[in-house]
């Protein structure tokens, strides 16, 4: 069974552009969070998605949406970027998206903005 | 808010020596917590998953313990190898948090030298 693929892995942008990245859960798991990874702040959750619906946010401010398809692939997308975006952004699925359940994360995108 | 730590931030030992990492958290009241392993730049490999009706997790050389009621959760490493030098992080699912969101940790960065 693929584990969980993201795409790109490397994606380098300006302040000011907009960005996309893609997530494929593994096969069968309908639930997709997202979190970001930065040396000073660590992990953080940004958001999950389970049957197309976000289920879950965390505190991050509006430039930073995502989406969910019918096949639970999911996208994040970033708009007017700013230096302080600059993370691994880590995709993680799971089975039903249930309390406690193991979360499987991908490889990450390493997002840098200049 | 769940806060989680990790004491020490970076660990050195020699080749052969037992590695003990510690996690601790504010709110006792979990779902589950989960070791993770990451490698520079890559995402997160699941080590052990503890449910909070667990005390403890085995797998190989790994074994992590969980204690609710003081809010601790330690991972012991039986005789380390330069292969598991990385960073180690531990994340909790908070009961109060919605859906299936981790709180992790800032990570133990470990090397273990030939």
């Known amino acids: 069974k693929a584990g969980v693929t993201q795409t790109p892995r490397y994606l380098i942008k300006t302040r000011g552009q907009q960005v996309t990245l893609s997530c494929s859960p593994i096969?069968?798991?309908?639930?997709v969070s997202w979190y970001q990874q930065t040396p000073g702040q660590g992990l953080q959750f940004l958001f999950e998605?389970?049957?197309?619906?976000?289920?879950n946010k965390g505190n991050f401010p509006g430039r930073f949406s995502g989406r969910q398809f019918s096949n639970s692939r999911s996208e994040m997308n970033v708009s007017t970027l700013e230096l302080g975006d600059s993370a691994l952004y880590l995709c993680?699925?799971?089975?039903?998206?249930?309390?406690?359940?193991?979360?499987?994360f991908g490889s990450g995108t390493q997002l840098s903005v200049l | 808010k769940q806060e989680v730590t990790q004491i020490p931030a970076a660990l050195s030992v020699p080749e052969g020596e037992n590695l003990v990492l510690n996690c601790s958290f504010t709110?006792?009241?979990?779902?589950?917590l989960q070791w993770f392993r990451q490698d520079p730049g890559k995402g997160l490999t699941s080590l052990l998953l503890?449910?909070?009706?667990?005390r403890e997790q085995t797998s190989g050389r790994l074994n992590a313990s969980l204690d609710k009621s003081s809010g601790r959760s330690t991972l012991y490493i039986a005789a380390s190898q330069p292969g598991d030098s990385a960073t180690y992080l531990c994340?909790?699912?908070?009961?109060?948090?919605?859906?299936?969101?981790?709180?992790f940790g800032g990570g133990t960065r470990v090397l273990v030298k030939p």
């Open positions: 993680a699925s799971s089975p039903h998206g249930g309390e406690g359940e193991k979360l499987f």
């Open positions: 709110d006792s009241a979990i779902y589950n």
């Open positions: 503890i449910q909070s009706s667990q």
């Open positions: 998605y389970f049957s197309e619906t976000q289920r």
């Open positions: 096969s069968g798991h309908r639930s």
């Open positions: 994340a909790v699912g908070a009961i109060k948090a919605a859906g299936n969101k981790l709180t």
